[in-house]
Every structure is written in structure tokens, then in C-alpha cells.
């Protein structure tokens, strides 16, 4: 017998949730963009974002006390009987929440988890950053042993997008989803050469919570400019 769900109150303070994480990441992104001499290090470009988050928060939600955390462990699951190999893993932003209409206080931490991978030209034959979003990234997602953003209904990865064309980065990525049995990114809206193009997708996991919508938001890094 599957679990029962949230209730509607928990449903509706993480959509409420998952909207400000989703505007805040969007604002950071820009300001990210507009950023002179970026590094092109997926560690250097997360630590540039960080702070660009932290400025994003303060300005869209200048009340808002939960801030962004980075390199921060996955939490403690109350169902594990001791610690599990997933509170080893560190998704590389999360904001971490008290759900107050959660029953069980044991559960009512709640996480929104953001994964972040370089999108572009092979580094070498070893190491594809196409292929890397996908298993390096929204497997992680997936994956018993990394079950990033567990007991929630979503999350988000962001690309930093520094080169080719779109059409061949969506192609490899989408030859990689298939390989992991993932379903294809669906387009939101329309590419944004210059600026942020928004991709969503949803599937199933073995654990709570499933189906999983995943929230992509890629930053094209190839064009400095005023677009977006």
C-alpha cells in the first residue's frame, strides 16, 4: 500500500516553496550571466552563484529567512534504521525548510535540491559534459543511493551552458536520458539565446517521493549580453 500523500496545506507551502527557489535561481542566473570573467570550473561557477543567490534572496524576498545552503549533506531520513550511504552525497544548493502541516515532526524537514553541471564541448573522451548532466546530475535524482530531494515532489538543475549549438546539446543530453530509461526534457516556452531556456520532466522513483518533477534551467555562458 503506497504511503498516503501530503496533505493540501504541506502541498501548498512547497509549491509556495518551490516558486520563490525557482524566481530566486532565474534573478541569480542574470546576474550570474553579467558577471565579468567568469571562471569556467563548475566549482568556481558555483561559488560565483552562490553569492548571486544570496543577492537574488535579498532582493526578491527580502523577508524570507531561509537562505540557500551550499555543499550542504543530504538530511537524515527517519525511516533509515542508521546512516545511509545517501547522507554521504552533497547536492550543490538546498534550501531546507520546516513544513509545519507535515503530522509527523520527524519528517517535516524539507528540502528544495539544486544540482548544477556544465553543458558544452567534450572536455576530453572521458569526461562529456553532456553526458555528465545526465548521470552525473538528474540521475542523482533518481538513484536510491543518492536520492537527492527524498520526500519531495521536486527539484532543479541548472546548466551553465558555454558553448555549441542548441540543437546538439539538447540531442546529447536527450541521447543520455534515454540510455538512464529517463524521459526527454520538454521545452518550456521558447530558447533564449542570451538568456535562461527552461526545460521540465517528470518520472517515476522507488522511493517517496514519486513521480518527481525535475526543473531545468540552463544560462547560456556563450553570449554576454542584455538578453533574457
Known sequence: MNAPGPSLPSRGLWATREAKCLATIAHALKRLRDTPDLPESEVELNRHFYFCLLEASRELYPEDEIAPVAECNNQPDPDDEARAKRELKRPDFQWIYLDRYEANARHSSKQFVVECKRLGKAIRT???????????????????????????PSGAMIGYWQDLDAADVLSQVSEETCRNSLPDLTLVGEWIPGGISRFEHTFERTFEMSPFKLHHLWIDLRIRGSAG
Open 126 to 152: 572521458d569526461w562529456v559534459l553532456n553526458v555528465n548532466y545526465v548521470h552525473h546530475g538528474i540521475v542523482r535524482f533518481k538513484e536510491s543511493e543518492w536520492a537527492y530531494a527524498k520526500r519531495v
